[in-house]
């Protein structure tokens, strides 16, 4: 894309799922990239791999683990599982349960979704578990706090959706909710680099990709111009030795 006159340059879309924050990031791509306008698509999590394979999104910040046929992915941080109940709940007092003394609640949620609850739970192992109506993660916390089940669901689904009628705490023995970017692998270009740069942390200086929609300069070494000047500069000063002050 490099050289591309700007009118040509499409915007770059990034999508993400409910609880996942890439205001930063976007930020730092405003600041940085002028010539490329950056899109945000907020996507339900059962949408998080359609939208790129169909392209509506150029890279996706998705909850793991995930299908990695065609996609490159890099995972970036773990979140914290929190169990949601009842406002008057038992679990409410404590400052975190673990996932054998939720044995015997309703999970409001496919158990294959929760493992570690799916082992323990005496719903599953009797056989007495009925049949969960598709519902929107809002309308699931409703239900939670109609005292009808339990959500466990990464901490920050959980803050997203608070209610005055539900509480959560941490929940033990349950794996961490991951976080991860991916993209289709044959859709690699300077825009994906340059963001994923931007995700692990590399400033505008120590960058290792060319700004998108921008033509690099040649000849001009890492570190610009100013730099190049200020060598040059303290170079010739020592060639000329120091300076004498006073009078004579």
């Known amino acids: ?71 490159n992915v890099i995972p970036l941080y773990e979140e914290v599982p929190v169990v949601v109940v009842p406002k008057d709940h038992p679990a409410s007092v404590f400052d975190e349960v673990s996932v054998t003394d939720l044995a015997d609640e309703h999970l409001l949620q496919d158990p294959d979704e929760v493992p570690s609850w799916r082992d323990v739970a005496a719903e599953v192992a009797d056989g007495s578990r009925f049949p969960v109506p598709p519902m929107t993660m809002a309308q699931a916390f409703e239900t939670v706090g109609a005292g009808t089940g339990i959500l466990i669901v990464p901490m920050s689904l959980a803050r997203l959706h608070q209610r005055k009628d539900v509480v959560a705490r941490p929940v033990t023995g349950v794996e961490p909710s991951r976080v991860g970017l991916a993209w289709l692998a044959d859709h690699a270009d300077e825009r994906t680099e340059y963001f994923i740069g931007i995700v692990r942390g590399r400033t505008a200086n120590t960058s290792r990709s060319d700004v998108p929609g921008q033509t690099p300069r040649s000849g001009t070494p890492k570190g610009g111009t100013g730099t190049r000047a200020a060598r040059t500069t303290g170079a010739a000063r020592k060639q000329r030795g120091p300076r004498r002050t006073g009078r004579r």
């Open 1 to 71: 894309m490099s050289g591309v006159p700007a009118e040509a340059v499409s915007a770059f879309r990034i999508a993400f799922v409910p609880g996942v924050s890439p205001d930063t990031w976007a930020r730092k791509w405003r600041d940085r990239v002028r010539r490329v306008p950056l899109e945000l698509l907020p996507v339900p999590d059962e949408d998080q791999l359609a939208v790129l394979l169909e392209g509506r999104a150029d890279m996706a910040l998705l909850r793991l683990p995930v299908d990695h046929e065609g996609l």
